[in-house]
């Protein structure tokens, strides 16, 4: 679960905020229907921090805090978790009810609260939380979208121009092919065909291929073949987007460089690395992270320590 979560977390919120509409739009049509696009929207990530200044807020969750306007002119907060942990989570009902309130208490707005659910607990979809003491009754409602569902509707998924419909099933495929990289490089290639088949514009491209390459990652020489794969059909639909692939393949490549300086450090002070580490390792994607684990295994007094600071 750790190497999902971390090939997971910052690729949602940044495919969330690169097409904020068609996000709502897709999963979430009645929220997207009642708000004034025309007025633009702003996202508001330090108030994260401040529903939640213990900073439990992240560690379990992606969470989008964006300001915008109704039709009616009101202004109001949508509040986006998106659980990507693939874990039942008893208390995550009731930390939508409380960032809902609290952020209603600071602001005094009217506050959408919604979920996406990317787990694979089939069974588990929390939509409200409430109580009712002494004749007081105080409940919270909200919608919640399933991934799961949509492997149901796939051939749904395919017809539509909707960003997240290929979200979706980059999602659902990296799932599905956990063990079986082969697989992952055959859906990995055709879910970028995809994208210049639909008809998006280069930006659109540019971003979901890289919501695609960061979630489905692949063994060092099926990369290679995939990255050959893409030049190549770029070139026979004369398309010119290899720099921009070549470059985030470079990116890749950086990071696995830090990734194996981290190993390769614990390795000369503690000898053997458990599993565990080095599969928690390979899965950070972000590079400031690794640089800072980098640091902290030259100084760090044990593998022990090490592994309970990954924990962290």
Not at 6 to 13: G, L
Request: aromatic share 12%; glycine share 4%.
């Amino acid at each position: 679960m750790t190497e999902q979560r971390a090939n997971y977390d910052s690729p949602w919120k940044d495919i969330i905020e690169e097409f904020f509409p068609r996000f709502l739009e897709f999963f979430f049509p009645l929220a997207y229907a009642v708000i004034d696009w025309e007025q633009g929207y702003e996202f508001l990530d330090t108030e994260l921090q401040q529903l939640e200044p213990d900073a439990e807020i992240g560690k379990r969750l992606v969470d989008k805090v964006a300001k915008v306007w109704l039709l009616n002119g009101d202004e109001a907060w949508v509040l986006v978790h998106v659980e990507v942990q693939g874990q039942y989570d008893s208390e995550f009902a009731q930390r939508m009810y409380t960032y809902n309130y609290r952020l209603f208490d600071r602001h005094k707005k009217q506050v959408i609260s919604l979920a996406v659910l990317a787990d694979e607990e089939a069974s588990w979809r929390p939509s409200s939380y409430g109580y009712s003491l002494g004749g007081c009754r105080v409940n919270l409602e909200f919608p919640v979208a399933k991934l799961l569902d949509y492997e149901a509707q796939w051939e749904t998924l395919e017809q539509s121009t909707n960003p997240f419909s290929v979200v979706v099933m980059a999602h659902l495929k990296t799932k599905a092919t956990h063990r079986n990289p082969k697989s992952r490089l055959h859906w990995k290639l055709s879910l970028t065909r995809r994208l210049f088949e639909q008809g998006y514009n280069r930006e659109d491209i540019l971003g979901l291929f890289r919501f695609i390459d960061w979630v489905m990652v692949l063994p060092k020489e099926l990369a290679h073949s995939f990255i050959q794969e893409v030049r190549s059909y770029e070139e026979v639909q004369k398309m010119r987007y290899v720099t921009s692939i070549e470059r985030l393949a470079k990116e890749e490549g950086i990071i696995e460089t830090n990734r194996e300086n981290v190993i390769k450090i614990l390795q000369t002070r503690f000898g053997v690395v458990p599993e565990p580490v080095v599969e928690v390792i390979n899965g950070i994607e972000d590079l400031s992270v690794l640089q800072t684990l980098f640091t902290r295994a030259i100084t760090i007094g044990s593998i022990e320590e090490f592994q309970q600071l990954l924990n962290e």
